[in-house]
């Protein structure tokens, strides 16, 4: 993570929408910019959707993945064949217009979501766009996971949910997917996906020389280098490399994303 500032003169960018490796935020901002271009377009109304919701829900906006990351996510799913997806954490149904988009009209999103009113504006989302192949089942997904018995696994599990649920989130889909198991959750070589897993790098380095110690969080979050957030993303990556039944690619860019595929 570069080194940033926190003067009342410069504005700190919430690092899901930074890019990590560059020298500073500016270089790092232009280069995503310029890989945004020269990458393969999504279609135009997730372009707006995110720009609608930036400008309309300030607060939370920054729940919502980058433009970056869903044409990643979308190119990932069409070579991976994904139809299935399920997609722990829906928010306001950014993400899944890119899987929707991504699995065609002949594929599958399914959605969880905590919050009912982050759940209706999905579904409107949907609506408005004409998206026929996604839905947003409410409720608490540790709740909701035990409970789905898919005819066919899912072949893209994405996680973007509550940071400290992470562990048992994981420990759920694998519980879920064991081999020979009828109505498996994710199917042999399916792709589980955590999302902020390096949330500000303070899961690889919570020391000083992280800048984003200083940076303000909120009331409820004072040093949230040390919270359960952080602590269950570290017990998330344990179990991703020790668990023996993934192989996993840890991308640094965004806020740190997970890439497992399962091989049972």
């Not at 989130?169 to 109505?183: Q, R």
Request: glycine share 6%.
């Amino acid at each position: 993570m570069p080194a940033l500032t926190t003067t009342p003169t410069t504005q700190v960018l919430y690092p899901k929408e930074c890019v990590a490796l560059y020298p500073n935020e500016i270089v790092g901002e232009r280069v995503s910019k310029y890989a945004e271009v020269h990458s393969s377009c999504i279609p135009k109304h997730i372009i707006n959707y995110h720009a609608h919701v930036s400008k309309t829900l300030p607060e939370t906006a920054k729940y919502m993945i980058s433009i970056s990351q869903a044409q990643m996510m979308v190119f990932l799913s069409k070579t991976v064949g994904a139809k299935r997806i399920l997609e722990i954490g829906a928010y306001v149904g950014l993400s899944s217009l890119a899987w929707s988009h991504a699995v065609g009209s002949e594929g599958k999103v399914t959605a969880l979501e905590f919050e009912p009113h982050f759940a209706k504006l999905a579904e409107e989302a949907f609506e408005a766009n004409g998206v026929r192949n996604a839905k947003v089942l409410v409720g608490d997904a540790l709740e909701i996971l035990p409970t789905l018995t898919p005819t066919e696994p899912y072949d893209i599990i994405f996680i973007d949910a509550q940071k400290s649920g992470y562990p048992a989130y994981l420990s759920t889909i694998l519980n879920s997917s064991k081999p020979g198991a009828p109505n498996r959750l994710l199917r042999k070589g399916g792709l589980v996906i955590g999302d902020n897993i390096l949330r500000c790098g303070f899961v690889a380095d919570d020391s000083e020389d992280n800048p984003w110690r200083t940076y303000d969080f909120g009331p409820h979050r004072k040093e949230y280098w040390k919270s359960q957030d952080v602590m269950s993303l570290k017990k998330y990556n344990e179990i991703v490399s020790e668990s023996g039944r993934f192989e996993n690619w840890l991308c640094p860019l965004w806020d740190g994303v997970n890439i497992a595929r399962l091989l049972d």
